[in-house]
């Protein structure tokens, strides 16, 4: 099922936004990847026989240059195999019909790199903001009885649009980050790659079919 396939780490190099520009490269196989698998707590109770060379590439390179906390992947796999508590981030979709990608499947992971994304979500600050902070800042000003800015207004106002935006969204089991690209097949989940949403529909697919090609070539012809 398996190839063993050397400078995997390399051509599957991801950009995942908001991460570093450039990563230390390596040459590792299926080999080699599966040992680093089995040491590390963070991949513990994985079906790896389901968990593709792409993907377990992916993750050796974030650990490796300590870009992110690996467990944040994999505790997405782990509760989406029913392994794991039910996590905060938004619920697995299916990509949309008319998209290249149709026939994939998504799953978010987070982690505090992700923080400022998930601020910009909550109150698009991207678009010069939105209702939720038009109301927001409209409910502290009412609230605020003061003629000037002090420091009691300043301390809330950090805490409205920071800790406590990131519990509502955490409640509401909607933070985001980027994607673990998965299919299904037989009842089964089958966890291909890390995507980023800056990247295009084409270079996913690609990465995605890749992975497909090297260890699930019983599922690909369905795609």
Same mark, same amino acid.
């Given at each position: 099922m398996? %190839?063993? /396939? @050397?400078?995997?780490?390399?051509?599957?190099?991801?950009? &995942?936004?908001?991460?570093?520009?450039?990563l230390n490269r390596v040459s590792v196989g299926r080999a080699d990847l599966l040992r680093f698998a089995e040491n590390e707590i963070a991949l513990y109770g994985l079906s790896l026989e389901r968990v593709s060379t792409v993907l377990l590439a992916q993750?050796?390179?974030?650990?490796?240059?300590?870009?992110?906390?690996?467990? %944040?992947? /994999? @505790?997405?796999?782990?509760?989406?195999?029913?392994?794991? &508590?039910?996590?905060?981030?938004?619920?697995?979709?299916a990509f949309a019909a008319n998209s290249v990608l149709n026939g994939y499947y998504y799953k978010h992971f987070t982690d505090p790199l992700f923080l400022?994304?998930?601020?910009?979500?909550?109150?698009?600050?991207?678009?010069g903001g939105n209702k939720r902070l038009d109301h927001l800042l409209g409910r502290l000003f009412h609230e605020h009885k003061e003629q000037y800015v002090d420091q009691e207004f300043t301390s809330r106002l950090a805490h409205l649009t920071t800790f406590a935006a990131w519990e509502r969204r955490a409640r509401s089991g909607e933070i985001t980050g980027e994607w673990i690209v998965f299919m299904k097949y037989e009842g089964k989940r089958y966890y291909l790659c890390l995507a980023a949403h800056s990247e295009s529909n084409e270079t996913i697919l690609e990465r995605a079919r890749q992975a497909c090609s090297m260890d699930f070539g019983f599922i690909i012809d369905g795609v």
């Open positions: 398996y %190839n063993e /396939t @050397r400078g995997l780490v390399n051509s599957t190099f991801i950009h &995942l936004e908001g991460m570093v520009n450039e993750l050796y390179q974030l650990w490796g240059n300590r870009v992110i906390n690996i467990s %944040n992947v /994999t @505790r997405e796999i782990k509760a989406l195999d029913g392994n794991e &508590l039910k996590t905060r981030t938004k619920k697995e979709s400022l994304k998930n601020l910009n979500a909550e109150f698009g600050y991207d678009g």
